[in-house]
């Protein structure tokens, strides 16, 4: 508001910031940075400019008295507090954006290099790589990522990020060798094997998903259970209940019905669509709520 204020009223008393600034004898990128919220003038600065305004300090400073003394200290003190405040969340922002983009960047690299590159063993250490760094860039910045929490919270997402990590190595270990006809599977064993990692991350997502803090990197990441907390922790805490039922159920019907992608795809839809909607029911009766209550107003 202080911000707003200076811009506002140095405007309505016909000056620039050059101007401004000669009157009180700083330079015109002091007035610009007070003008963006970048910095806060001293107390006898805004007591100057209020006088130049022909305002009292407490209408500069948004109050609706008069600011002196220790209520005009008092002020200044919170107003610098909140642009501390501001400039650490931009700067968490922007570091939060270089890590991604970094670990985007690995990402894309991996894909590159597997389509690209006709060498089998040069392709699966370079995509290998790639995949190491991005996890360990993952890894070493997931309380930045993830908006830090508690200890509990931060335990079950570095949990989340080791399983998808190890589930994936597993995975492309397993491409590799069959690649290279180190051994082969038979098509009993193939369902087999994708039945018991449907069925294993079904039941780790029951486990950990009530565990998950609110965050935008992972979890059951739809656009209203990363606008709104409670849909979030609607969601996970059903997941939760719903998860492992589902999970057993689609481990005996996986191997008594033949049709497998059918079963599997209706196991999913289910596995995820049950928590989205409850979320989802969540998150327009807390809107429709806040509309109702703005109407009020």
């Not at 051994?183 to 950990?208: H, L, P, R, T, Y």
Request: hydrophobic content about 55%.
């Amino acid at each position: 508001m202080l911000s707003d204020n200076i811009k506002r009223l140095r405007r309505r008393s016909g000056l620039t910031q050059e101007e401004l600034a000669a009157k009180l004898c700083v330079v015109r990128q002091t007035v610009s940075k007070w003008e963006n919220s970048l910095s806060v003038p001293d107390a006898d600065l805004v007591v100057r400019m209020a006088e130049i305004f022909n305002v009292s300090a407490g209408e500069l400073l948004g109050n609706s008295a008069d600011a002196k003394g220790e209520s005009l200290a008092a002020d200044l003190e919170r107003a610098n507090a909140l642009l501390a405040e501001k400039t650490e969340a931009e700067r968490r922002a922007r570091l939060v954006a270089r890590k991604r983009a970094l670990i985007t960047a690995l990402c894309f690299a991996a894909l590159l290099t597997a389509l690209l590159c006709r060498n089998k063993a040069v392709s699966c250490a370079a995509v290998a790589a790639c995949f190491l760094a991005a996890v360990f860039t993952l890894w070493r910045n997931l309380a930045l990522l993830t908006g830090g929490g508690d200890r509990r919270g931060l335990s079950a997402v570095r949990f989340v990020t080791v399983f998808d990590a190890a589930l994936t190595v597993l995975a492309a270990a397993a491409a590799v060798l069959s690649a290279f006809g180190v051994f082969s599977i038979s098509a009993g064993g193939e369902k087999i094997a994708a039945a018991s990692v449907v069925f294993v991350i079904m039941a780790v997502s029951g486990i950990i998903s009530p565990r998950l803090p609110f965050n935008r990197h992972t979890g059951l990441r739809l656009p209203w259970t990363v606008a709104d907390t409670d849909a979030w922790l609607a969601a996970h805490r059903s997941l939760g209940f719903w998860a492992i039922p589902v999970a057993l159920l689609y481990l005996a019907a996986a191997f008594a019905i033949e049709d497998f992608e059918a079963v599997t795809l209706a196991a999913v839809i289910a596995w995820l669509g049950v928590p989205s909607l409850v979320s989802l029911y969540v998150y327009l009766k807390k809107m429709r709520g806040g509309s109702a209550a703005r109407a009020g107003q």
